[in-house]
Every structure is written in C-alpha cells, then in structure tokens.
C-alpha cells in the first residue's frame, strides 16, 4: 500500500483566509481524491484529481471553493478559500489503488476556522 | 446510485466478547465492499474488502465479514475483542467501476473493561 503524508496536520484559520493542504504519495498513482470529514459524520467526496486533467467535483462543491491542484503523479493541493467556521473540519486526501477498488488515506489534516 | 446504511451508530461491548457491526448496501449493479477502521486522530486504514470469489472475507487485526447477497449485507464480526479495538468504523461500497467509494455513517465501538 502507498504511503501518504499530509500538511499541516492541523491549522487554526480566521475566516474570510484560505488554506492549501498539501498532499504527498511515496508512489506514482492515477487517481487521488479530497475527503471533507465534518465533526462526528462519515466522510464526503469533495473532488476526484486525476493527474493531467481537471479536477472533478461533487454535487455541492465547487472548483472557486475548493481549487484543487495536480502537478504530477504523486502530489495534490487542496484550497480551501474564503472560509468560514462551517468549513471546519478533518480534510483527508486518498489515492487509488492499482485498480482504484480501494483507496489508501493519508493521516488528515484538522481544519478550525475561528 | 449506490448507498450504505450502517445501522449503528455506536455499540458498546465488553473486552473479549464477541461484536457484529452491521452494514447493509444498496446497488442496481455489482458492487465491491470494504471496511475501513479509524483510530482516534488518526486516518483511515483498510480492514478488509470483498471484490468477488468466497463470500466469507478475513482482513487484519481479527476481524472478518460475510458479503450476503439476497439480504444486500455485510456485517463485520471479531470473536473476542480488545481495548484496542476502540475506533470509527466504516462500511464502504463502490461499483464495478471503482472510481468512487460511497462511506456509510461510521459506528463508533466502545470497549468496557
């Protein structure tokens, strides 16, 4: 299985700032995706990023909220822009497997925007 | 469009007592299912999955699950469990073409000493 680090771990933010979340595979993957995991609920797919086209996102997201970034085959960015507290949340980016049936999670990254 | 009804949302169980955490799904197509763990602050870790062949699947730390078809379930059973196992779990599902997992709402176990 690969090895995903993210960054920050954690963040304080004001609202109305932005924060990129950096995310780090040690392997080359296809697929990546961006997870919002909000206090106490499952996980919700924000986009799936594919490396060379644009991001694709899921109903309620969008890309001017969540601008996604995919350089190369082992890193993505996630901006959160423009936030505010309902934006606080664990932020957990995944990559498929070789056959994208199940996915790996890094460890998340622990957004509070004040 | 596929589902998955976790139909728990916590369940407390004494150390080495049995637990069944249930999970049922709903798919027009075939379907590929996995469990995922979650340690307190910690990221999500694949337990098991099942993608086809025999219906009884084994993952790590004990754990194994039984993908009924006709009751549309996959329930995860560990025969003893430990202080260790306190966590979130997942029930996940995903269709033949694999690129979109679907995550239930999580149970939350609770070992009492």
């Known amino acids: 299985s690969a090895v995903i680090s993210q960054k920050p771990s954690r963040d304080i933010c004001q609202r109305g700032t932005s924060l990129t979340i950096q995310c780090q595979v040690d392997s080359q993957v296809t697929m990546m995706f961006w997870y919002r995991q909000q206090p106490g609920q499952s996980l919700t797919l924000i986009a799936t990023?594919?490396?060379?086209?644009?991001?694709?996102?899921e109903s309620g997201f969008v890309i001017d909220k969540f601008p996604i970034s995919r350089p190369n085959l082992t890193f993505s960015t996630l901006t959160v822009s423009n936030m505010s507290p309902e934006d606080s949340s664990i932020y957990l980016c995944s990559v498929g497997s070789g056959g994208a049936y199940e996915q790996y999670f890094g460890p998340g990254t622990r957004l509070t925007v004040t | 469009a596929q589902s998955v009804t976790q139909l728990d949302s916590q369940v407390p169980v004494f150390e080495e007592a049995p637990v069944e955490l249930r999970c049922n799904y709903s798919?027009?197509?075939?379907?590929?299912l996995f469990w995922y763990v979650q340690y307190p602050n910690q990221g999500l870790q694949l337990l098991l999955k099942y993608l086809s062949g025999s219906t009884l699947v084994k993952g790590i730390n004990g754990f194994e699950a039984e993908f009924n078809k006709s009751q549309t379930s996959f329930h995860l059973r560990k025969p003893s469990v430990h202080i260790s196992d306190t966590a979130e779990y997942f029930c996940?599902?995903?269709?033949?073409?694999?690129?979109?997992?679907?995550f239930g709402k999580g149970t939350r176990l609770h070992i009492l000493p």
């Open positions: 990023a594919n490396q060379g086209s644009e991001a694709t996102y």
């Open positions: 798919s027009s197509v075939s379907v590929y």
């Open positions: 996940a599902v995903s269709d033949w073409k694999g690129d979109k997992i679907i």
